[in-house]
């Protein structure tokens, strides 16, 4: 059935949102993300915390979304470059970071645009889960990174991905699965994958890094008056999953 560009297929039938589609709620999506408990109290400060002094570092951020992030590290010394599949995402961050930091529309499943070896870390925020194949995109990052640089990893833990869907699937198996996320108003449909804890460390092995941290942190201590049943949930239950890595020796050549 073929699609028309105002909102309706040839049968005269609305179409159906696409999963993951971020151009269709992108603004909403970047305001909520900015300000909220699981965003700006937990997942950005523990990211930021597990890079450190990352002053004058080469950093690629994969998956930027609105560059949130991007700012803060670039803020903090770092030189930044954004990747992103949604060009209303990159269009935000181009709003927020300027001309001084580069974005580039790119899909983690397919070959990124950079030289071996040309960062010193990746930042991988919450961004995995959309993929149902690691294998491409971690190869690719160590690809970019030199020897011994580092990538960082913030994931859906696999206990809240394995529990939030009856009946519950086979932890072991790689599977997906779609729910709808509401901004500003707006019901739109995602579809993420579950991976076991197993499979995220095979495949980081399997792409060249070795782990050298897993955490489970705790949102910030201020968050807890601003947002006290939630602050009391996310505190004393899964949520993230972070990882610390270091890529291995260097594999020259990108993916055809």
Sequence with gaps: MEQTTDGWNNAGEPLQPRANDYDAFAAAYSAENDDSLAN?????????????NVAGRRILDAGCGSGILSAALRDRGATVTGIDASAGMLELAKQRLGDDTALHGV?????LPFEDSAFDDVVASLVLHYLEDWAPALTEMQRVLKPGGRLFVSVD???????????????????????????GGQRVPMRFWRKSLQGMLDAFASAGFRLTSISEPQPLPEARDLYPEAFAHLSTAPGFLFFTLEARAARSGRRP
């Design 157 to 183: 833990h696999p206990i809240v991905a394995y529990t939030i869907q009856e009946p519950r699937p086979d932890y072991f198996a790689n599977t997906g699965y779609e729910f709808e996320w509401e901004f």
């Design 107 to 111: 899909d983690l499943n397919d070959p």
């Design 40 to 52: 700006a109290y937990y997942e950005r400060p523990a990211m930021l915390a597990l890079a450190g």
